[in-house]
C-alpha cells in the first residue's frame, strides 16, 4: 500500500498516518525525518543535503526525491509507506511519478483531508487561549499567525497537487472535519475500494491471456463443426444441382399435360366439326334429289291426267 495524505496543516494527517502504519504494516515517511536520518547516517545524499542546509539553502527536489528513493528500498517500506509532506508541488510529483515508475512501483491512492480553514483558526485561538489560562507556554508554531501564514503557503504551493493527482483520477477527498473515528472509516473504505479495483485491474490484464487459452481451446471444435456445416451445405447444393434435370423435365411434363388437356377439347370439337360436314353435304344432296322426284313424279301425274282426257283415235 502506497499512499500519499494531502492536507493542510491542522487537517489531522499526522493522526490518520499513525492509524494507517498500524493497520496495514506500513512506514510513515516525513520529508524532515527522512532528510536527518540521511544527515545522520552520512550518505552520499545526505551529505549533500548537510552541506545545503549548512549554508542556509532549501534542498532542491532531485536531493529530496534521492533520499525518498534511499529509504523506500529499505525492508521495513517493504509493505508500503506514506508519504507525509512530500510533495508540495506539481514538479515535486511528477519527479515522484518518474521515481517510482524507474523503481517499478505506483501509488494506491492519494487522500486528501479537506477542512475549513476558519474552523482551524478558532480552533487555534481557543487552544491558545485555555493553555493561557492554564498558565502554559504557547508554542511558537500554535498561534493563529502562524498557522494563516502556513495555511497561505499551502494553497499556492500545494493546492495545485489536487488538480494534479485529480487529472491523474488517483484523487479521494474525505472530510477532515467529521470526527477522527469518522474520517478513519472513511479511509478505510476508500483503500478497500482501491484494493477491489486494483484486483479488478489485474484480472483485466489476466484475462487477454485467459481468453485466448479458451479460444485456443475452442478452436479445433469450432473449425471441425464450421466443416461439418460447410461440408453439409456443399452435399445439399450438389444435391440440388443433380435433382435439377429430373426437376426441369417433371416441370416441363406437368406442363404438357395441361396444355394436352387444354387443348383436348378444342381438337375434339374441330374434328367432329370437320366429320359432320360431309354428312351435312350428304343431307343437303338428298333433299335435293328428293325434291327433283317429287318434281318429276307430279310432271307424270299431269301427263296422265291430260292422255286420259284426250278421245282415243280409231
Keep these: 500500500m502506497r499512499l500519499i495524505l494531502l492536507g493542510p496543516p491542522g487537517s489531522g494527517k499526522g493522526t490518520q498516518a499513525q492509524r494507517l502504519v498500524q493497520r496495514h504494516g506500513i512506514v510513515q515517511l ?20 548537510k552541506d545545503i542546509m549548512a549554508a542556509g539553502g532549501l534542498v532542491p527536489d532531485e536531493v529530496v526525491v534521492g533520499i525518498i528513493a534511499d529509504r523506500i528500498e529499505q525492508p521495513d517500506a517493504a509493505n508500503g509507506f506514506i508519504l507525509d509532506g512530500f510533495p508540495r508541488t506539481v514538479p515535486q510529483a511528477e519527479a515522484l511519478d518518474a521515481l517510482l515508475k524507474q523503481m517499478q512501483m505506483k501509488l494506491d491512492a492519494v487522500i486528501e483531508l ?23 507556554a504557547v508554542r511558537a508554531d500554535d498561534t493563529p499567525e502562524v498557522l ?17 493527482y485529480s487529472d491523474h483520477r ?3 477527498t ?12 472513511e479511509i ?18 489476466a484475462s487477454p491471456a485467459k481468453r485466448s487459452a479458451k ?6 471444435a469450432k473449425s471441425a463443426k464450421s466443416a461439418v456445416k460447410k461440408a453439409t451445405k456443399k452435399a445439399a447444393k450438389k444435391g440440388t444441382k443433380a435433382a435439377a434435370p429430373a426437376k426441369k423435365a417433371a416441370k416441363t411434363a406437368e406442363k404438357a399435360g395441361k396444355k394436352a388437356a387444354k387443348t383436348a377439347p378444342k381438337k375434339a370439337s ?15 344432296a338428298a333433299g335435293r334429289g328428293a325434291k327433283a322426284a317429287a318434281k318429276a313424279a307430279k310432271g307424270t301425274r299431269k301427263t296422265s291426267a291430260k292422255s286420259a282426257k284426250k278421245p282415243t283415235k280409231r
Excluded at 520529508?31 to 549533500?48: C, E, F, H, N, S
Excluded at 483503500?191 to 483485466?204: F, M, W
Excluded at 374441330?270 to 359432320?276: D, I, L, N, Q
Design 114 to 136: 479537506r477542512v475549513n480553514e476558519g474552523v482551524l483558526l478558532e480552533r487555534v485561538e481557543r487552544r491558545a487561549a485555555e493553555m493561557q489560562a492554564r498558565g502554559e
Design 148 to 164: 494563516t501564514k502556513r495555511l497561505a503557503s499551502y494553497r499556492d504551493q500545494t493546492e495545485p497537487l489536487i488538480h494534479y
Design 174 to 185: 474525505v472530510d477532515g472535519m467529521m470526527s477522527i473515528e469518522q474520517v478513519t472509516e
Design 188 to 205: 478505510g473504505r476508500i483503500l478497500a475500494a482501491v484494493g477491489k479495483s486494483g484486483g479488478s485491474r489485474a484480472a483485466k490484464r
Design 30 to 49: 516525513s520529508t524532515g525525518d527522512m532528510l536527518r536520518a540521511a544527515v545522520a547516517a552520512q550518505t552520499p545524499i545526505g551529505l549533500k543535503a
Design 170 to 172: 488517483m484523487l479521494a
Design 215 to 220: 479460444s485456443a481451446g475452442k478452436a479445433p
Design 270 to 284: 374441330k374434328a367432329s366439326g370437320r366429320a359432320s360436314k360431309p354428312a351435312g353435304r350428304a343431307s343437303k
